[in-house]
């Protein structure tokens, strides 16, 4: 507008208008573009109830009549008992007595059948399957952690391709002239 030569200078306010809303628009698609460049992915593990700590077995809580009562550490969470209940590792078992995918969960208990011939070996062996129930949980969260991040990492590819083609556009229409 404060051009020497009148050639040079806007024709008219509607003309210096369009300039600026133009710019204005690649400012924009520029921004998101850059907000999407800056994007950060957390690599963290999905929520734990358990918060990181294993569940061990602390001791027999009692027997009676088959059942043998157990006292964890911490309540088992839902998906720690699927862990359980899914078993796909080797175990030791008594025949006619527990196997991982019997055990029932009540608050920080664990009870099992067992016999009384057999009750002190069947603890043992829920020590060990709680042991590769642990493994088998965090593997499980660390495999959901790592398709949470896939997911986001994609859509970030495609906020920044979106955003990359908002810039081109805004760019190539603020410098077509009429």
Known sequence: MIQQSPPNRPGSIAKIKEELIGRGNEFVAKQRLDAARRAVISDTVPNDPLGGEDIRVLGVDGYADGLLTLRLSAAAPSAWNLAMQNARFPFSSIVGDSEPRTVSFNGDRARLNAKATTAEQTARYLKDWVTQTNLAYREDLQRKAAEERRK???????KIQKAEEEARVAEALRTIKF
Do not use: F, L, P, S
């Open 152 to 158: 986001e990492v994609e859509r970030i590819r495609w």
